[in-house]
């Protein structure tokens, strides 16, 4: 009897505790939910996300083409994970990375003309790897990059950046300017863990564009040329520019204009032939560094016929913003702002 009675007392105390560790089990269980489901709101609200890898990443197009280069093709590329290190060529990109808050960013194109927004990248924690046009590949390579991103200018040293690291291209295609641009930001966005902040900016060019698309409409006709050292180009829909008509809104005087990077050439006669309304002129001569004399040498006799000049609507757009550090979510949205301010 005795025996009987120590045993079944044991067996409920074997119960008790098999129920108390059973409960503190759940507890802890709930805990941990608690505290994932909580860090999962705090980064919600913060407007962070965790990117999805290993991720596969498509360029902004399939392939570039150049007199230098001839036609290059450009790869998926796979990450296993977030890149920590970045290397970036193009400015427009940099710019959205920059507009996004990016981290990690460890080599810019310090060697040519940073843009005046960009002025931070200057500094000397960001390394260089050269210039537009030429890349310091050893000293790339030191750096140990994880991800290098390049755009047009960059094409020709493709497979030599390739061995280096994964190269992904960002750039913008002249016959589709604003939808490669709009693919680069959502790249960013995406490898990032940048979508909140991307709609939120992306928002300020609704009203943006609706503003300038009205101001358009005010005018019958406009051209948009290029300056660089007393020498004039053209551009048309199709071409490098063409998103001021086609997304502004604004009429072209003509589209008998070949499609070049650079435009057509283009003489004062033949705009004083066309006559437009408004002319827009990039200063390229001052985004690449040179003395430029544009006010003087557009308006000479020949200019000062048109109505463009008559009306006081010349418009001198920023050369280096134009010219070089276009394709970003702020230099996008300060190319409208600038139209905006002289003609309103």
């Known amino acids: 009897m005795k025996k009987w009675l120590l045993a079944s007392l044991l067996v409920a105390m074997f119960l008790t505790l098999a129920a108390c560790s059973s409960s503190e089990e759940t507890k802890t269980e709930e805990k941990d939910t608690t505290a994932t489901e909580e860090q999962s709101a705090e980064t919600e609200v913060a407007g962070e996300q965790s990117p999805a890898y290993p991720m596969t990443v498509s360029s902004t197009v399939a392939s570039s083409e150049s007199e230098e280069s001839g036609t290059v093709n450009f790869e998926d590329v796979t990450f296993d994970k977030m890149p920590e290190k970045i290397a970036v060529f193009?400015?427009?990109f940099l710019d959205t990375l920059d507009a996004l808050g990016v981290e990690g960013i460890v080599g810019v194109a310090k060697d040519s003309?940073?843009?005046?927004?960009?002025?931070?990248?200057?500094?000397?924690?960001?390394?260089?790897?050269?210039?537009?046009?030429?890349?310091?590949l050893e000293d790339?390579?030191?750096?140990?990059?994880d991800v290098i991103f390049i755009s047009g200018r960059q094409s020709a040293f493709y497979e030599e950046l390739k061995e280096i690291a994964p190269v992904v291209f960002v750039g913008t295609s002249q016959d589709d300017y604003w939808n490669t641009f709009l693919a680069s930001v959502d790249?960013?966005?995406e490898m990032f863990g940048k979508e909140a902040e991307a709609r939120e900016y992306l928002a300020k060019f609704d009203a943006a564009l609706e503003e300038v698309k009205t101001l358009a409409g005010n005018y019958d006709t406009s051209l948009v040329t290029m300056y660089n050292e007393g020498k004039l180009s053209g551009f048309a829909t199709n071409s490098r520019f063409g998103y001021i008509y086609d997304i502004y809104g604004f009429k072209p005087v003509t589209e008998d204009i070949e499609a070049s990077s650079h435009g057509s050439n283009f003489g004062f006669e033949a705009i004083l032939e066309f006559n437009p309304q408004v002319l827009f002129v990039i200063d390229r001569t001052a985004a690449t560094g040179g003395e430029s004399n544009i006010e003087a040498d557009m308006e000479n006799?020949?200019?000062?016929?048109?109505?463009?000049?008559k009306n006081n609507h010349i418009i001198y757009l920023d050369g280096p913003l134009w010219y070089l550090s276009g394709g970003g979510l702020q230099s996008e949205l300060a190319k409208i702002e600038e139209i905006l301010a002289e003609l309103k």
């Open 113 to 136: 003309n940073l843009p005046s927004h960009l002025q931070a990248y200057s500094a000397d924690e960001y390394k260089s790897i050269g210039n537009l046009k030429e890349p310091l």
């Open 90 to 92: 193009d400015y427009g």
């Open 301 to 309: 006799d020949i200019v000062k016929k048109t109505e463009a000049y």
């Open 140 to 145: 790339i390579a030191e750096m140990a990059p």
């Open 187 to 189: 790249l960013a966005a």
